[in-house]
């Protein structure tokens, strides 16, 4: 390979990282390994031109068979062309070793540089093998658990030459209509946070010497997850404590944790897209938080600063995009067209395009892809990990530890498991693929395990199937939409002829895989089609119901609630979902989830979360109307925030604080005895929740501000402990910043957000 370097100390380096001469690189190790990154960065900004460096700054969705001929015309033929130039800087949605070393090689041998690509996936939750949906492994609480799933997706995706995941979405929502719920951790600026750092350092490991762990991408900054009505895409409208309070606390907490990159997300802020937002991007992020890895775009959105009306122009939207503190462009293409010419205009400095090439070079080689391009090409490994026993092993353990029994009445659950019919109802009972729920990766239709395949495992008992409904009229694809079912009830009269026959009848109701996820957006949280009429017709055959729900979620199941005897949700919980749900069903596994979304009693009642403001009327006097209610419905939801039953019985007692005061240097400690009064081992998650009293802003009725994860055996006792100091009181004040207030406090210990167990403290400053 020619040699294009002029032999200066500075070149030396370049030369070594990029030579393809086996002997310079061998030599090279050793210079390579006393440079730190920045020099080594420094040392290739040197050498590119405005253009390369531009090109960094441009990322391409796979755009021709990589292992075909090459384009020839169109735009894959001008994408192909930048690429073997070296204007690209990363690739999305090429997956396989064999592509992915094929574009790599492009990029290293035959462009000038050889600036190794990054090649980015949407590994949400899991590549192949696939692990509940996010909003479901919210529900167990478990930062460990959700932490190994991270990392077993990491590690299957890293296995097909990928080294880069956009996830975790950290967004904080309270919006159950909003599709994309099943996407984050749920309501909790808290808890999200928690999940958000677990996550992180799942997908990342603690540094990328590992052919096992990727880049992690913290999405979407900022304020997706408040679009108004829950309509996906559209405006959000929050004021400055809401954002600074609720919104941004989960991007902190991820960016403190070493999460590289950002994506920044697709509505507005202040009547400013997020795109073209230099005080969440440049000021905030860049600035005030001294995040130094790099900012990409979502699918398009610099583009979309047009039909915004933001931009004039595409070539308006690179300049307004470049100069907030974008640093990659995900597929709008203005980047790679646009931004030479802006900068010899003087319309965005060269300063812009050299930090966003210095952040974006800077963690490559924190990946390690300039001393081993193919670090993640190994077919071997690839064939070994795909799909593995351990994959399956961990996704199962997710799943189960995802569930949330919502309602045992006479303890119906679990079930026996010999000497009786059981007759199990619902098209989703025998579905294979919408348990996989949205944003599967490259997962195979009908590769998980259906509810019918997990019973039928256990063979004391003699299981009937009918389908009674379709939910859907055709089949569910990725980004079509489809027909809900709203007229055949022809099956109605089977499944009511075999629940009348039945000692049991679990039905498996909810939505689709594909029904919840970006751009499923619903009006209406019901049981779709006629699946509640189902429901009803069943039950007047036969009460003795298990409702298992499949969903992505929060739903509106007052209905059910009050006639079904036994409620279990039971989410999108991906391969392994039949078998994580028989094991729950027959007390294999005792469920321990706790929900991370409120649930509604009426979709009217939405946006609705546990931790809300009083209002200046918070309850009735007398018998006025005239205070903050409806006067069709409760304020009260129908399952809370934190709520989850288990086949064991928790009780809490003893609530105690160990001072009345303490001082900005100090801390106290609050402990309360949690007893298992069962005859069955299991776990509980204990919550500590706080109230300010009072604030130079208004304050929220209560908060969570700790929680333990606690194994108990039968009839044992522990006594869980929390710590309390200045720092977990702090919230962004009247002041514009980040302080804790003196003032007085009550702290709730519980099972859930409903926690009445008290006691009180003073922060004195």
Partial sequence: MKKRFLYTSVVL?????????ASAQKKSKKVIKRNPIEQ???SILKLMTLEEKVGQMNQYNGFWEVTGPAPKDGQAAKKYDHLKKGLVGSMLNVVGVKDVKALQKIAVEETRLGIPLIFGYDVIHGYQTISPVPLAEAASWDLEAIKKSAALAAEEAAAVGLNWTFAPMVDISRDARWGRVMEGAGEDTYLGSKIGVARVQGFQGENFSSYKNILACAKHFAGYGFAESGRDYNSADVNHSTLHNIILPPFKAVKDAGVRTFMNSFNELDGIPATGNK????????????????????????GEMIAHGYAKDNKHAAELAANAGSDMDMESNVYVEYLVELVKEG???QEVIDDAARRILRVKFELGLFDDPYKYCDEKREKATLGNAVM???????????????????????????????????????DKSSPLGGWRGVSKDGSAVSVIEGLQKYKGNEIVYEKGADVYLGTPVFGLETKINTTDKSGFDKAVATAKNADVVIMVLGEVGFQTGEGRSRTNLDLPGVQQE?????FNANPNIVLVLNNGRPLTITWADENIPAIVEAWQLGTQSGNAIAQVLYGDYNPSGKLPMTFPRSVGQVP????????????????????????????????PFGYGLSYSKFEYSDLKVSNTSFTADGKITVSVNV??????????????????????????????????????????????????????IEFYTANNKWEAEPGDFKVFIGGSSDATLEGSFEYKG
């Fill in 347 to 349: 319309k965005v400095k």
């Fill in 608 to 639: 609705i979360y546990y931790n809300q403001k009083t209002t200046g009327r918070p309850g009735p006097g007398g018998e006025s109307v005239f205070w903050s209610h409806f006067i069709d419905e409760k304020n009260t939801p129908l399952y």
């Fill in 534 to 538: 189902l429901l009803e017709a069943v």
């Fill in 40 to 42: 080594r960065v420094d």
């Fill in 392 to 430: 399956h092993e961990g996704v199962l353990d997710m799943a189960k530890k995802s569930i949330v029994l919502l309602k045992n009445q006479n303890n119906l659950l679990p079930l026996k498991k010999s000497g009786q019919k059981i007759a199990v109802i619902g098209a989703l009972a025998n």
């Fill in 13 to 21: 380096t370049a030369l070594a990282l990029f030579s393809q001469n």
């Fill in 279 to 302: 005080y969440l991007q440049r000021d905030l992020l860049k600035g005030e938080w001294n995040f130094t890895g790099f900012m990409v775009s979502d699918w398009g959105s610099m």
């Fill in 675 to 728: 007893k298992n009064n069962s005859n069955v081992e299991g776990k509980e998650v204990v919550q500590m929740y706080l109230k300010d009293l009072f604030g130079s802003v208004t304050r929220p009725v209560r908060e969570l501000k700790g929680f333990e994860l606690v194994s108990l055996k039968a009839n044992e006792t522990k006594t869980v402990t929390f710590t309390i100091d200045s720092k977990l």
